[in-house]
Nanobody, 121 residues
Framework: QEQLVESGGGLVQAGGSLRLVCAASGFNFDTYAIGWFRRAQGQERKFVARIDWTGTKTDYADSVNGRFTISRDNAKRTVHLQLNNLQLEDTAVYYC??????????????WGQGTQVLVSS
C-alpha cells in the first residue's frame, strides 16, 4: 500500500527554523517527483516546492524561495523540506505528495496526511 508520512512540524517563533520530513513506502519512490504543498486555515492548498526523482531539479513558490530548501535521499526513501526564517504567513498544514514533476496538485498520485506548522510572533 502506497504511503507518505510527514513529520517535523511544530510551534516555532518567527525567524526560526523547522525541518519537515516526508517518508515513503509501498511504491517505487525513486521514480516519482515529490511536491510539498500547504493549506492555511480558510485557504486552498497551495504549491510550496517540488523535487524531481533524481534530486537534481527543484522549484519553489515565490513566497518561500530563498528561505525553504527541498532535498531527497532515495536510499532512505525520504524527502526533506528545510524551513528557515519562518514568518507568520507560513503557518499552515504541510503535505507531501508523489507524482510527476509539476506544480499542479491534481496530477499527484499519493498524498500524506499533513503536518502542522505554527509560527508565532
Amino acid at each position: 500500500q502506497e504511503q507518505l508520512v510527514e513529520s517535523g512540524g511544530g510551534l516555532v517563533q518567527a525567524g526560526g527554523s523547522l525541518r519537515l520530513v516526508c517518508a515513503a513506502s509501498g511504491f517505487n519512490f525513486d521514480t516519482y517527483a515529490i511536491g510539498w504543498f500547504r493549506r492555511a486555515q480558510g485557504q486552498e492548498r497551495k504549491f510550496v516546492a517540488r523535487i524531481d526523482w533524481t534530486g537534481t531539479k527543484t522549484d519553489y513558490a515565490d513566497s518561500v524561495n530563498g528561505r525553504f530548501t527541498i532535498s531527497r535521499d532515495n536510499a532512505k526513501r525520504t524527502v526533506h523540506l528545510q524551513l528557515n526564517n519562518l514568518q507568520l504567513e507560513d503557518t499552515a498544514v504541510y503535505y507531501c505528495a508523489a507524482g510527476p514533476y509539476t506544480r499542479t496538485m491534481t496530477t499527484y498520485h499519493f498524498w500524506g496526511q499533513g503536518t502542522q506548522v505554527l509560527v508565532s510572533s
